[in-house]
């Protein structure tokens, strides 16, 4: 069952038991987040006791499986399948207001204190909204863009956002060169597609809404906003419409980012808000930062991306794992079936030029698991010499939440973990037991 709302999808792990609610009061100031954080990858939490007006949860996207679930595919295939929508987008539909849930409420008086915003980690600068999706269009082209981004509450009206160089900070230039305002809105409260279409290494201009039609199988629903000129999921539980200021800057931040570090202060842009508009019963979505929710949200979209485009150059390509060790954006498994010398490497160069965050590479044959760290391990320590099949480049653009760059600039390497072609027969054969694989040891032993 593919669910195309929040309240569809968690009345979907209620029922399978994944959804644990909790009725004892929780304070939003830490004690949400570490509860979240004891829960991720086991359970979503839904918290009904928190002193506002509405419940939160967290978490419902805590693990591939559960991922996996809601795109209605194999563990294995959500690389794959993410892909093959990125390939075939589908346009979304826009529908009236009467047919918008999210517009059950609406205010031009915005007061972000009304909402559950939980303080996450203990050197936080305050709340932070942190499951939002933030949409806004090119100031020329009018080319729509979904992203998700940090925002710290600084007002009732206020928020300030990390914008790193990608679609959106192109969209803010333009405006800001201008000397006007970037229309926005932020869409909380949404099913895991749309927070995983949201992620997608998209070019320039693709709308990532309509990898969401895609992976729904029919188009996504949008409504108009109130008082900017954008269209937000109908089915989203709260927007917040507002404008990205022309030449304003304040503090943001610390706040605990993916990497597990403090991304630190300094000045940042700023949201004013405008509307509000939610459905008459929100429920409030936080991601616990640096949990597998945050990371995976992140992870699998960056890895259908990756599959394109390292296909494109190395066309044997079978998979790609973006490790957790490797905080689900540094570090990159790579699984080729390879036919000739020198794919690897090719392979290494598509993966580390497909995203500047890609940091270390390794490249494996089709016999190893790259879901499974000891495997990957082992091709390294058994088919790899650091003076033959490791290289290092150096002083190449990374990312600045990464505390050991310059500044973001880092080096970057890459691990030839695959068996040479010419290798004698039977040097790298792999010890097997005939039958293993087909027995089933519970019916071998007594309680």
Partial sequence: ??????????????????????????????????????????????????????????????????????????????????????????????????????????????????????????????????????????????????????????????????????????????????????EIALAIGVDPILLLASQALAPLGFDEFTIASRLYGKPLELVKCETVDLEVPAQAEIVLEGRLLPNVREMEGPFGEYPKYYGPASLKSVIELTAMTSRKNPIYHTIVPATMEHCLLGAIPREGGMLQLIRNTVPTTLGVHLTAGGTCRYHAVVKIDKKSEGEAKNAIFAALSSSHEIKHVVVVDKDVDIFNMEDVEWAIATRSQAGRDVFIVERAAGNKLDPSTDDGVCDKMGIDATVPLDAPAGRFERIRIPGEDQLDLTEYILD
């Fill in 1 to 182: 069952m593919i669910c195309t709302s929040l309240r569809d999808w968690l009345t979907l792990l209620e029922q399978e038991k994944i959804l644990k609610t909790v009725t004892k009061q929780v304070d939003l100031k830490h004690e949400l987040a570490a509860l979240g954080k004891k829960a991720d990858g086991k359970y979503a939490l839904k918290f009904v006791n928190t002193g506002g007006s509405m419940p939160v949860v967290t978490g419902f996207g805590g693990s591939r499986a559960l991922l996996a679930k809601a795109m209605g595919v194999e563990v294995h295939q959500v690389a794959e399948h993410f892909a093959q929508a990125q390939e075939n987008p589908m346009k979304c539909v826009l529908v009236d207001k009467a047919n918008a849930p999210v517009k059950e409420f609406v205010t031009f008086d915005v007061d972000l204190a009304k909402l559950p915003i939980p303080i996450h980690h203990e050197k936080d600068s305050g709340a932070y909204i942190t499951a939002a999706l933030l949409i806004a269009k090119d100031p020329e082209t009018g080319a729509r863009n979904v992203s998700i981004h940090r925002l710290q509450v600084s007002g009732a009206n206020r928020l300030g956002i990390l914008i790193l160089p990608r679609h959106l900070h192109n969209f803010y230039q333009k405006a800001e060169a201008e000397n006007k305002p970037l």
